[in-house]
């Protein structure tokens, strides 16, 4: 019962964030959404920022077993083609699931150092997808080593100017743009652009 409870809370946290921002968030809106009482919050959580922390490590949890998961189950193609396949995925998911989406990429941004924090370190955890292209480019000695940190950064500013201006069910229109982003400081731009172009048919 107590896990269900915080799970619900969790599962309203986002639901309340995402709709009203996270600034005008209040624990009222969070426990009338979940159906559970103040008290009942007050022994899971500290405030709203301790369960809008806890709410955003899950949902990053579930972003990166999705994407991981199209990684591998592309295990079999170049490698270019499985971050296609894994961008893929996150747009799709990101496409389907709005609320998460803007808690993920907007919200958290207005929720203080704490949450700052914890988003870059949701960023690097995307990171090892994108160290496979060091071999596969042939100069992986020449690349900055922060190279997967730019080429995450990149992407996931397009995704937030697209959910913030409130086009994040349409995210799969810029997948090619992102495939290029990723691939482009590994492949070069031309090898890149013949990438975008695959994914562009793809869609």
Known sequence: MVRSQRERLLEAMVRVAAAKGYEATTVADVIEVAGVSQATFHE???DKTSCFLEAYDAMIDVLVAHVST???TASDEPWPEQIAAALRALVELLAAEADIARMAMVEVTAAGDDARGRYRAALARFAPFLEKGRTYSGQGDELPPDTARFAVGGATSMIF???RAGRGTD???ILPDLVFAVLMPYLGPEAAEDEMRRAAHQI
Request: glycine letters at 0%; zero cysteines; a negative charge.
């Open 171 to 173: 995210l799969e229109r």
């Open 161 to 163: 100017d697209e959910i």
């Open 44 to 46: 899971m959580f500290e």
């Open 70 to 72: 199209a990684f591998e």
